[in-house]
């Protein structure tokens, strides 16, 4: 029996090996020497979830890059990724190009120290080909530019999303992005159709409960018998703006105009929930004698932005609150070899993913990942040690929640 | 989930026909090969560097004609010149790397317990880090990246029984490490027939030849 390798032929034989290895090395070598095995073992195991953090990052490269339908050119080799440097220059100082990458003490680096004239190509290199500055340049400022046209963009969603567009270019960013979720440039007050209790709009079908501090009211009160002194301001101050699933958190306004606080105008808050497109009402409130009001938004069980909309189309920006699901982890089982974790988040939804962690020293290292079944739970299984380990479970995060760490288990010693 | 040297030839195939599923799946199967890989050659940043490499694969792979063992050989080539670059402007940028040195020294601390704990993957890679150069790459390219010794040589621009001899002696010098001992004692006999998932980088498991 050997090691079925990729590439783990007999080619391994080892005719100038000194003292020669009969067969085939990796498998015999790691056949006699268990530890060594082992070892072989992790290096080539499965992802770790921190190895595949970058998925996303990778998708969106692909499809940039990728040009379905585009004629393959001539059947050249593929680039072997020399584009920085030439290929003789590769081949030639191959050595010395490779000190760098930490493997030499560092008295043979000196360069890596700070040492004078450690700034340019290492000692024995050749200085970079005429032809690779504008390649690279180009290479640059073409990277600069998409940066630049990505940075604008983000800037202008975010923008469009959070209505601090002119109105002309909301009615535009509204044409191009309404679909997913941009406001038109008027900002439609909620409609007795859309208009919901505070609370009763959240996710997962949780049961509403009426806020204590405000009063819903599918037509907010008009505000015209409040005269308002030259342009009014309308700030919002979220208390916690980041909570229990299933809490609530409380809203501050604040109505101003040039003659400092206004009292007795009316102020809606609204919610627009993760996965919403549309602003929702989720509370009313009257402001008090220094233009302030507050309402609390209960039950919620999902991310939301919440803004407050005041007399004569006066809006505040909008805030985010967070909402965490509890997350739980208990020992389900231990027969001595191994244990059973359950992990468990009633709040959280069915697929979201659970990551196992085991306490290291002083750092949590990350070992399974799983994700929620229907009913809300995962079972990681765990080898039971010569000595007690500490577990815990993290819920990732997603649009709708954010990160969630559990209570801490013990999995006793074997 | 393990990828079988087969279906990489399948993934490779829907990726270079636009497929976006198919070429998740690639990466899936290969990115944490190559930030292993990456971390044995020690470089400062080795997700920026996978990144570079993986921006040049994809770019190219409408050009790529090969299997799926061509196409490891190419990507960990691409892998290596990228680390080459990203060292080259570290010095050209004189950063020294006394930080990063002393953080790793702060981690030593933990390498016992990781080592007990028999299963950080994290341990294994600063381990085979720690061997002379020619000895960690060829065992990295070998092992992690699964390609045979010729494919080791060409990359290495080295001799295949070089290669061997560095092989060789890289896989000695870990298995008289007292952590890589440790490590037999806390699989008990250790055996990799005991552990097939262990010894199967892309799900192969083990064969009778």
């Known amino acids: 029996v050997s090691t079925d390798f990729p590439g783990h032929r007999r080619d391994d034989l ?14 015999d070598i790691a056949s006699s020497e268990p530890g060594l095995g082992a070892l072989l073992g992790m290096l080539a195991a499965d992802a770790t979830p921190d190895e595949l953090t970058g998925e996303n990052a990778a998708l969106a490269m692909f499809r940039a890059n990728s040009q379905p339908g585009v004629p393959a050119p001539s059947p050249a080799e593929p680039d072997f990724g020399v584009g920085e440097f030439d290929t003789d220059e590769f081949d ?52 600069m530019a998409a940066a630049v046209t ?71 009160s008009s505000s015209g018998t409040v005269p308002l002194a030259g342009q009014a301001s309308l700030s919002i101050t979220v ?20 003659s400092g606080g206004v009292a007795g105008a009316s102020v809606s808050l ?15 409130a009257t402001t008090g004698g220094n233009g302030t009001a507050a309402l609390t938004a209960s039950d919620l069980t999902a991310n939301a932005a919440f803004r407050l909309k005041g007399p004569e189309g006066t809006l505040s920006r909008p805030v985010l609150v967070i909402v965490i699901p509890p997350v739980s982890a208990s020992l389900s089982g231990s027969n001595g070899k191994t244990g059973g974790i359950t992990a468990s ?12 962690q085991i306490l290291s020293g002083r750092h949590w290292m990350s070992l399974q990942m799983a ?24 819920l990732a995060p997603t649009a709708s929640h954010g990160l969630s760490v559990s209570n801490a288990v013990m999995v006793p010693p074997r | 989930m393990a990828t079988k040297a087969g279906d990489l030839g399948g993934l490779l195939a829907r990726a270079r026909s636009g497929d976006e599923a198919g070429f998740l799946e690639l990466w899936r199967a290969l990115q944490p090969r190559l930030l292993r890989y990456l971390h044995v050659l020690g470089c400062d940043d080795p997700d920026d560097v996978a990144g570079e490499t993986w921006l040049q694969v994809v770019r190219d792979l409408h050009r790529f004609a090969g299997d799926d063992e061509d196409f490891r050989r190419w990507l960990f080539t691409v892998a290596r010149h990228r680390a080459i670059d990203a060292a080259r402007a570290r010095v050209r940028r004189r950063v020294s790397p006394m930080a990063d040195r002393l953080d790793g020294l702060a981690d030593e601390q933990l390498v016992e317990d990781e080592v007990l704990d028999g299963m950080s993957v994290k341990t294994a890679v600063a381990m085979l880090a720690g061997l002379s150069q020619d000895q960690a790459e060829a065992v990295a390219l070998r092992v992690i990246a699964g390609l045979d010794t010729p494919a080791v040589a ?23 490490d007292p952590r890589v001992q440790a490590l037999a004692a806390d699989h008990g006999s250790g055996l990799p027939g005991q552990a097939p998932g262990l010894l199967a980088p892309w799900g192969g498991g083990l064969s009778e030849h």
């Open chain 1, 92 to 143: 030639a100082g191959r050595a010395r190009a490779f000190q760098p990458l930490a493997f030499g003490p560092p008295e043979t680096e000196p360069g890596l120290l700070g040492a004078p004239g450690a700034s340019g190509p290492r000692a024995g290199g050749r200085s970079a080909p005429g032809g690779r500055h504008p390649r690279r340049q180009a290479r640059r400022v073409g990277l």
């Open chain 2, 154 to 176: 060409s990359i290495l621009g080295k001799s295949p029984g070089a290669v061997r001899v560095a092989l060789h002696r890289g896989l000695r010098a870990l298995a008289a």
């Open chain 1, 371 to 394: 994700r929620l079944n229907g009913a809300n739970q995962a079972q990681f299984m765990v080898r039971s040690r010569p000595r007690q380990r500490r577990y815990r479970v993290v």
């Open chain 1, 345 to 356: 988040s009633p709040l959280a939804a069915p697929g979201n993913i659970v990551v196992l």
């Open chain 1, 270 to 284: 609204l919610e627009r929930e993760a996965g919403q497109t549309a602003w929702q009402l989720a509370g009313t």
């Open chain 1, 150 to 220: 990505l940075a604008a963009a983000a800037g202008f969603a975010v923008a469009a999303y959070t209505e601090a567009l002119p109105a002309p270019l909301q009615q535009a960013a509204f044409h191009a992005l309404g679909f997913a979720g941009v406001p038109a440039s008027h900002h439609p007050a909620p409609s007795a159709a859309s208009s919901r209790a505070p609370g009763n709009a959240r996710g997962h079908g949780s049961p509403h409960k009426p806020a204590p501090s405000t009063s819903a009211s599918p037509q907010p």
């Open chain 1, 239 to 258: 208390t916690s703006g980041r909570i229990v699933a299933g809490r609530s958190d409380t809203f501050t306004a604040q109505l101003s105009d040039k």
């Open chain 1, 14 to 27: 080892p005719g100038d090996v000194p003292g020669g290895l009969p067969g085939d090395l990796l498998g």
